[in-house]
């Protein structure tokens, strides 16, 4: 069964440094990829996704995430964290073919400390 | 265009009453989703469909049941509310416009229950 594993349930930063969150999936094709994120008592909005074009996928509010096919990997990156960045962040993955079963990893909760 | 819209957004049920949870999509998309959030634990798939008339057991299927008589409706029924059930629940919906390309899935913003 495809599973999603988010390393780090809780990371911190200080404002201006690098946001660094990580995604690992198994699948034996590349599937589709995501990054939510979820503010406080809201739903869960799309940052970005991977759907087998460009390995780099430049999203919303400045993140990013590269597909490392050899890695199973989907990090999710920032340049510089913004007060505004703190929520939950979830990577979640989709066959590209067979089962529709859209899969969510555990989340990840961003501080960012001024 | 509303999007995904869902009712109650929050609903206080007693162990033993049953209750429908509504989902209703203006997007005209195939695949629908109920997933329930709980603290630490990311969102876990509860049932799933592909289109009218076709539903599937997620992760999380026991204590709950599904029908999707529309492509815009995906009700989820609790039969017998359990402690258990104390969740936020996050209906879903997404599409495949072409062969190939798969949209996100678009969510609604949740509905809150409890059971006491």
């Known amino acids: 069964a495809q599973s999603v594993t988010q390393l780090g349930s809780h990371v911190s930063v200080s404002e201006g440094a690098l946001v660094l969150l990580r995604c690992n999936y198994s699948s034996s094709v590349p599937p589709y990829l995501f990054w939510y994120v979820q503010y406080p008592n809201q739903g869960l909005q799309l940052l970005l996704k991977?759907?087998?074009?460009?390995?780099l996928v430049k999203g919303i509010n400045g993140f990013e995430a590269e597909f490392k096919k050899s890695e199973t990997s989907f990090h999710l990156t920032k340049p510089s964290a913004h007060m505004s960045d703190a929520a939950e962040y979830f990577c979640a993955v989709l066959p590209q073919g067979g089962s529709e079963k859209l899969v969510f990893g555990k989340g990840t909760k961003l501080t960012v400390n001024p | 265009n509303a999007g995904v819209t869902q009712t109650p957004k929050f609903r206080i049920l007693k162990i033993g009453q049953s209750m429908t949870l509504q989902c209703a999509q203006d997007?005209?998309?195939?695949?629908m989703y109920w997933y329930r959030q709980d603290p630490g634990m990311g969102l876990k798939l509860i049932y799933y469909?592909?289109?009218?008339?076709?539903?599937d057991k997620g992760e999380v299927p026991n204590g709950y049941n599904v029908s999707r008589s529309t492509t815009e409706d995906f009700p989820l029924r609790l039969e017998l509310a359990a402690p258990s059930q104390t969740s936020v629940y996050f209906c879903?919906?997404?599409?495949?416009?072409?062969?190939?390309?798969?949209?996100?899935?678009?969510f609604g913003q949740g509905t809150r229950l409890t059971v006491v």
């Open positions: 469909s592909v289109g009218a008339g076709i539903t």
């Open positions: 991977y759907t087998s074009a460009a390995t």
């Open positions: 997007m005209n998309h195939n695949y």
């Open positions: 879903a919906s997404s599409h495949r416009p072409g062969q190939g390309i798969r949209t996100e899935a678009f």
